[in-house]
């Protein structure tokens, strides 16, 4: 089993930057990919960001390449997947929520991870 928490959400003028954390605990985290995906109120949930199970190859959507970036540090005492957020704009104004599974890569389709975070609000004024 894998618990998933993220944090670092807020409000942020656009333009502006934040970094989300996503905090994995449970079973050996650097043997399996992440996602980051998104839902704004209205719109389906939607893929951000991806990264395979040791860093090596990562993955955007369209709307944000070039101003998100995915790492993770897999030691033991971090176990955590981020997520760099700059050159906000209003449209990125969502629930973030990050993902895994017992897969060495990533995936784009919200319905190939189980488990995820609770997510964390991040709110882009204009």
């Known amino acids: 089993q894998v618990q998933l928490v993220e944090s670092g959400g807020g409000l942020v003028q656009a333009g502006g930057s934040l970094r989300l954390y996503c905090a994995a605990s449970g079973r050996t985290f650097d043997s399996y990919a992440m996602g980051w995906f998104r839902q704004a109120p209205g719109k389906e949930r939607e893929f951000v960001a991806g990264i395979s199970w040791n860093g090596g190859r990562t993955h955007y959507a369209d709307s944000v390449q070039g101003r998100f970036t995915i790492s993770r540090d897999n030691a033991k005492n971090k176990n955590t997947v981020y997520l760099q957020m700059n050159s906000l704009k209003p449209e990125d104004t969502a629930v973030y929520y990050c993902?895994?599974?017992?897969?060495?890569?990533?995936?784009?389709?919200?319905?190939?991870?189980?488990?995820w975070g609770q997510g964390t609000q991040v709110t882009v004024s204009s």
């Open positions: 993902a895994t599974d017992y897969v060495l890569e990533y995936s784009t389709l919200g319905t190939d991870y189980r488990y």
